[in-house]
């Protein structure tokens, strides 16, 4: 088994398949998210924001040593970087600027977006030298966040009320 790490082969088969699972729920998780962008006026930002999550996830599911290949490191640390700077912009302008709860304006929305991409790529970073329980266990629970958040968005009227016309058509 050339080229796979050896604290892969090492990983239980059940842990390793857990892994590939959330990387491929995620990869989903993010490709749903670009599409759903198609509304937004700054579309062609956020559709490129998360389709390389999703393809990143997507190889990480395929193949998790991959987070050792340097394409993939230089690609993931450039994008958590970028989405790092934007949350933190988006932060800060959120603090000084909000009028409701951070999730009733878009941009808290978005902040959340980015938080989920940056903490994702953290947890992929290194999981080809190391997937120890812990890391999986923040995995499952960070996969299922996004998709408990999505289903509560879309069950609570109320709250999608006050969103703006092109986010109110959104799956």
């Not at 933190?88 to 302008?93: D, F, Q, S």
């Not at 603090?95 to 951070?102: P, V, Y």
Request: one cysteine or more.
């Amino acid at each position: 088994m050339e080229g796979k790490s050896e604290a892969i082969l090492c990983t239980p088969p059940l842990y390793l398949m857990a892994w590939k699972v959330c990387n491929f729920c995620m990869a989903f998780f993010f490709a749903l998210a670009a599409f759903v962008q198609i509304n937004d006026p700054d579309a062609g930002i956020w559709i490129v924001a998360y389709v390389i999550p999703a393809t990143l996830s997507f190889l990480v599911g395929l193949n998790p040593p991959i987070t050792d290949n340097f394409i993939w490191k230089s690609l993931s640390e450039l994008h958590m970087y970028m989405c790092s700077m934007v949350a933190i912009l988006w932060a800060w302008r959120l603090q000084h600027g909000a009028k409701n709860n951070i999730f009733h304006e878009e941009e808290g929305r978005e902040l959340l977006g980015l938080v989920i991409i940056v903490t994702w790529i953290l947890l992929c970073r290194h999981s080809g030298k190391y997937l120890g329980g812990c890391r999986l266990s923040i995995a499952v629970l960070i996969t299922v966040l996004p998709f408990i958040t999505w289903l509560y968005y879309y069950i609570n009227k109320e709250l999608r009320a006050s969103w703006p016309d092109h986010c109110r058509n959104t799956i």
